[in-house]
Nanobody, 125 residues
Framework: QVQLVESGGGLVQAGGSLRLSCAAS????????MGWFRQAPGKGREFVAA????????YYAGSVKGRFPISRDNAKNTVTLQMSSLKPEDTAVYYC??????????????????WGQGTQVTVSS
């Protein structure tokens, strides 16, 4: 059973930056493909970014590509989403997710086996 705990959310002005972290436990972290999703008020949960087990491959939603690099530290069992040039439309609850099966990258919700509780990111205009 994988447990995930996100941290780093908050309130920021448009154009600002935030760093989200997700700490994983309960499973060998280097065997987990990891991802970030978000859910804005009144909308469904959407894919943001994903990273392979080794960290050598990443994939992004078009809306965040170039602004939200994802990285991981397998020695510290953490995955990070460094968000910059934030926009009001980035306001959402951000969720960390773990996939125990994918050898590469997972971008669909159903591929993920464990989810964090979410952390709120609010971007003011």
């Amino acid at each position: 059973q994988v447990q995930l705990v996100e941290s780093g959310g908050g309130l920021v002005q448009a154009g600002g930056s935030l760093r989200l972290s997700c700490a994983a436990s309960g499973r060998t972290f280097s065997r987990l493909a990891m991802g970030w999703f978000r859910q804005a008020p009144g909308k469904g949960r959407e894919f943001v970014a994903a990273i392979s087990r080794s960290g050598g491959d990443t994939y992004y939603a078009g809306s965040v590509k170039g602004r939200f690099p994802i990285s991981r530290d397998n020695a510290k069992n953490t995955v990070t989403l460094q968000m910059s040039s934030l926009k009001p439309e980035d306001t959402a609850v951000y969720y960390c997710a773990a996939d125990v099966n994918s050898m590469y990258i997972a971008t669909r919700m159903y591929e993920y086996d464990a989810w964090g509780q979410g952390t709120q990111v609010t971007v003011s205009s």
